[in-house]
Structures are given as structure tokens and as C-alpha cells.
């Protein structure tokens, strides 16, 4: 595993175990990370399956969370920024059960790059929408079991805020 997955990782255990105890709960793992590109995985399990035995709907929306959301704090982190995130908006589209372990992919780096600029130029809060696709390759290949727009509202936390 390479640094820069590792150190993702070990921000997704620490922000889980921290803020958001219900992430950890799904066992999310990061499998790439770039300056465009966020994939991890969650396990089809006890912890993440409904009734029907394929993935429970607010599994699938914790991985789209992440993927979206883990991707702007490590770049943020990476450029030295405080984060002020959060999600103001949320559509899914679901295609088929995922009924294996499912990857979501969010490659939208260059506007999340695009985002953070902006919050530090003008010191506003920004917010776009951002694509994540979910994928159930054990299952169906590359085809999309789910596919989700969550509106990522970011604003820079000035360095004696967060202080």
C-alpha cells in the first residue's frame, strides 16, 4: 500500500473513530487516492446488508459521503487549509443490487482543486456538485450498481479559528 492510501486510511480511522462513529461502523477502506481520484471499498457484511441481503441504501450513501468528502480533506490537508465541510444536497440512482462488496469512485479532484481555490481567494463557502459512482466488480464489472450528486458545500477555516 502506498503512503499517500495509508495516510488516507489512517484520516478516514481517525475522523470515524472521532466524529462520525456510524463510518467506522461500515468499515470503509481507501484503495486509491490521487490528485483526481478517490476509490474505497465496503465490505458487504452483518454490518452493511438489509433484508434482501444486498447492501442497505444508507451503506451506499456513507460510501458516497466519504469518497466525496475524504477526498477534499486530504487535499485540503495536503495544501495545508482547514476544512469548514459538509454536504448540502444529496440525489441516488439505483441500479441494481449490489449483493458483493462495493467501490465507490469519485474523480473530481480538478474541481474540488477548482473549489478550494476559490474558498481561499474570496474566504466565501463554495459549494458544487460532485459525482460518485459505485460499483459492485465481483458482481457486475465496471457497470454502476449506484450513482449519487451530493452538493459539497467547503469553506477555509482561517488559521487563528481553528486555533
Known amino acids: 500500500m502506498d503512503s499517500?492510501?495509508?495516510?488516507?486510511?489512517a484520516m478516514l480511522k481517525q475522523f470515524a473513530e472521532q466524529h462520525v462513529k456510524l463510518i467506522d461502523y461500515c468499515s470503509p477502506e481507501?484503495?486509491?487516492?490521487?490528485?483526481?481520484?478517490?476509490?474505497?471499498?465496503?465490505?458487504?457484511?452483518?454490518?452493511?446488508?438489509?433484508?434482501?441481503?444486498?447492501m442497505y441504501f444508507g451503506a451506499l450513501a456513507i460510501g458516497a459521503d466519504v469518497a466525496a468528502g475524504l477526498l477534499a480533506m486530504e487535499m485540503a490537508a495536503r495544501s495545508g487549509l482547514t476544512l469548514s465541510l459538509a454536504f448540502k444536497?444529496?440525489?441516488?440512482?439505483?441500479?441494481?443490487?449490489p449483493e458483493q462488496d462495493v467501490i465507490f469512485s469519485c474523480h473530481q479532484g480538478a474541481l474540488i482543486r477548482d473549489m478550494l481555490q476559490r474558498c481561499r481567494e474570496t474566504g466565501e463557502r463554495v459549494n458544487e456538485p460532485v459525482e460518485v459512482v459505485a460499483t459492485c466488480p465481483s458482481q457486475d464489472g465496471d457497470a454502476p450498481v449506484a450513482r449519487f450528486t451530493l452538493t459539497l458545500s467547503l469553506k477555509v477555516v482561517p488559521a487563528t479559528a481553528s486555533a
Open 30 to 54: 481507501i484503495l486509491a487516492i490521487s490528485d483526481d481520484h478517490l476509490a474505497l471499498s465496503i465490505p458487504l457484511n452483518e454490518h452493511t446488508k438489509n433484508h434482501l441481503q444486498s
Open 4 to 9: 499517500r492510501v495509508a495516510g488516507a486510511n
Open 89 to 97: 444536497s444529496v440525489q441516488g440512482e439505483f441500479l441494481r443490487r
